[in-house]
Structures are given as C-alpha cells and as structure tokens.
Antibody, heavy 117, light 107 residues
Framework: QVQLQESGPGLVKPSETLSLTCMVS????????WSWIRQPPGKGLEWIAN???????TYNPSFNSRITISMDTSKNQFSLEVRSVTAADTAKYYC???????????WGQGTMVTVSS | EIVMTQSPAILSVSPGERVTLSCRAS??????LAWYQQKPGQAPRLLIY???TGATGIPARFSGSGSGTEFTLTISSLQSEDFAVYYC?????????FGGGTPVEIK
C-alpha cells in the first residue's frame, strides 16, 4: 500500500527558505506523479509543483520561481523548497501521488507550516 | 490558468437527501476532472476521476457526470459520514487547479 509522510520545520521566519520532505513507501518514486499541494488555514487547495519520470518538473507560475521540487530515488523521497517565504505561505502542506494522470490517489496527512518572526 | 468555480458556496442538507454539487471550468478540460472529499483535520480523499469513474473503495452513492466545462457530483442519499467539503480539480492542463470547495453541512 502506498504511504506518504511529510516532514517539515513547523515554523519559518519571513524571508527564509522552507524545506519539506515527503517519504514514500509501498511504491518506487521512479513511477507515478508526485506533487506538493497546500491549504492555508480555513481555505481551499492550491497545487504547487509536480515531479515525475525521475526529474520532469512542472511548477505553478503563481509562485514566481520561488520553488524547487526534487526527488532522491536512493531514499525514495521527494522534496520541496520555497524561498523568500512570507506570511502568505502559512499553510498545511500535503504531498500527494497520482498513479495515472495528475489526479491524486494518495495523500500524506499534511504538515503545518507557519511563517512568523 | 483554468479557473474552477464550484456551486453552491455552501449546502445545508438532511441525512437521506439527494445532493448535487456543481463545478464549472473556465475552458474545456475534456473529462480530466476529479472530485475529492475532505473532512476536518484530514487530507482530501479521491472520490471520482475521469469525471465519472469512481475511485477504489468509494461507495456507489457517489457519482459524477459531465464533460467539457460543466460537471456534477451527486450523492444519491446523504449519509452522516458524508458531511464534508467537496473539491473539484482539473488535470487537463498545467497548472493543476482546484475549485474553491463546497461545504456540505447538516441542516
């Protein structure tokens, strides 16, 4: 069974870089689509970035090149970096996978990130 | 980007009622449309993909229809465990986009 588990810092200061990791079990990350999706408190879902085929990446343009998604096949995990964070980046960050097309079959439980000094 | 608009903004219903939720795309997404259910404190759960195909383990009371720009999620008889927020998502083009969600609340 596919399982995803996010890890992150919890609290990040404004202007700093947020780094998140998603550990995957039950399937090799060399398969499928792998995405990060976030949800600000009390609000809806926003897709951030996707990686598949060991390195093909797609980003949401609304992040103005502040983000980088990457994968480490040796650890079966993928990561997200968000640079120059502001309070608007405060959200629960989910990692998710899609076995076919970009509709998400599996989700992690999410990790809450607060941007505050 | 493709904008997804869901209606109604909120829905108050009684258990056992039939529920119909709508999702409209700003341009055609063919049948590349998914529906998710999210309960408080939980991650979203995939209900429907390909506009009308039920995901694994999803009860038959959930069904989807539509293509192009107009889509519908129907719950034939609402159960107590179905009170949640429902989101649509298009995966026809990057960037992937979600609708704003429709909360289904107890009347």
């Amino acid at each position: 069974q596919v399982q995803l588990q996010e890890s992150g810092p919890g609290l990040v200061k404004p202007s700093e870089t947020l780094s998140l990791t998603c550990m995957v079990s039950g399937v090799s990350i060399s398969k499928y689509f792998w995405s990060w999706i976030r949800q600000p408190p009390g609000k809806g879902l926003e897709w951030i970035a996707n990686i598949y085929n060991i390195g093909t990446t797609t980003y949401n343009p609304s992040f103005n090149s502040r983000i980088t998604i990457s994968m480490d096949t040796s650890k079966n995990q993928f990561s997200l970096e968000v640079r120059s964070v502001t309070a608007a980046d405060t959200a629960k960050y989910y990692c998710a996978s899609a076995s076919d097309s970009a509709r998400f079959d599996y989700w992690g439980q999410g990790t809450m990130v607060t941007v505050s000094s | 980007e493709i904008v997804m608009t869901q209606s109604p903004a909120i829905l108050s219903v009684s258990p056992g009622e039939r529920v119909t939720l709508s999702c409209r795309a700003s341009q055609s997404v063919s049948s590349n449309l998914a529906w998710y259910q999210q309960k408080p404190g939980q991650a979203p759960r995939l209900l429907i993909y390909g506009a009308s195909t039920g995901a694994t383990g999803i009860p038959a009371r959930f069904s989807g229809s539509g293509s192009g720009t107009e889509f519908t999620l129907t719950i034939s008889s609402l159960q107590s465990e179905d009170f949640a927020v429902y989101y649509c998502q298009q995966y026809d083009r990057w960037p992937l986009t979600f609708g704003g969600g429709t909360p289904v609340e107890i009347k």
